[in-house]
């Protein structure tokens, strides 16, 4: 099988178990690095294959990244092959970094810059519910119940659906943007000149305005959604409601936000204050 026969494979694997673009993208970025880089036959490709590569091509790389590889290898080659090539390689540990998170004023200045209503709208939605970029691109306007002022994320990651409260402050402009939407026949709550936006248009609107408003920190589509969870704990919000919000299925992921709140860290006193009063 060549490299393109194999890759279209994949990429049918893929589609077929509803994966998402993004990992569609990465997985089919990370098989074709590989495959450049073999000078062999893809039905005789073995661990030591895998272990070369990742010596002379990733050996400065994330954990993150590595374990990407890995496991795009792995559902490639398993589901193709029916071989996991990736079976006796040690994974390493995933490293626990604190994510880039916005003061509430830095959220202010980087929507007050957009220059496009909609593309402020779809900014200012993504931070106020928290949604992952994958779930807003999905969005359809018959998920919004206006009456009720509540939305529904329909299987975001996990396969798990979870409902979000309308903010009083956009709901105006969603139920104008949903009436446009319906008038135009579209299916989606934000669609673009060639249909539903991808997730790379998000960001390029995300990174474009950082640069306006003069933000010295990288921001990216996720980065709405870490300051969303950090500002809900620092107004007081329950953990365990801000895991229901952001639709995690384990509490310990949620919990990287009690690391990041600078606001409820300020509120903790020194024993010193109380022993020398």
């Not at 903010?167 to 934000?190: G, H, R, V």
Request: proline share 2%; aromatic share 8%.
């Amino acid at each position: 099988m060549d490299k393109e026969a194999f890759l279209k494979k994949l990429e049918i694997e893929l589609k077929i178990s509803k994966n998402s673009e993004y990992t569609i993208r990465n997985y089919l970025d990370c098989n074709r690095k590989f495959l450049d880089y073999l000078k062999k036959d893809i039905e005789d490709v073995t661990t030591d294959d895998v272990k070369q590569y990742v010596v002379e091509r990733l050996d400065k790389a994330s954990s993150s990244s590595l374990i990407v590889f890995l496991s795009a290898l792995r559902y490639s080659f398993s589901n193709i092959l029916h071989k996991d090539i990736t079976l006796n390689i040690k994974r390493p540990k995933k490293e626990k970094k604190i994510p880039a998170v916005l003061t509430k004023d830095e959220i202010r200045k980087l929507i007050e810059v957009i220059d496009t209503k909609k593309s402020r709208l779809m900014v200012s939605f993504m931070y106020a519910c928290g949604f992952r970029v994958s779930e807003l691109v999905n969005l359809k306007f018959k998920d919004l119940n206006f009456e009720e002022k509540i939305g529904s994320v329909r299987q975001g990651k996990g396969k798990k659906d979870r409902i979000f409260n309308i903010p009083e402050f956009l709901l105006e402009d969603l139920k104008i943007q949903s009436e446009t939407q319906k008038k135009a026949n579209q299916e989606y709550l934000f669609t673009g000149p060639k249909g539903r936006l991808s997730e790379r248009n998000l960001q390029k609107i995300i990174s474009k305005a950082a640069k306006r408003a003069g933000l010295s920190k990288e921001v990216h589509c996720h980065t709405l959604r870490h300051s969303f969870a950090t500002h809900l704990l620092e107004n007081g919000t329950d953990i365990r409601k801000i895991q229901e919000l952001l639709g995690h299925s384990d509490l310990s992921t949620t919990q990287i936000y009690t690391h990041i709140s600078r606001e409820e860290l300020k509120k903790i006193k020194s024993p010193i204050d109380e022993v020398m009063k």
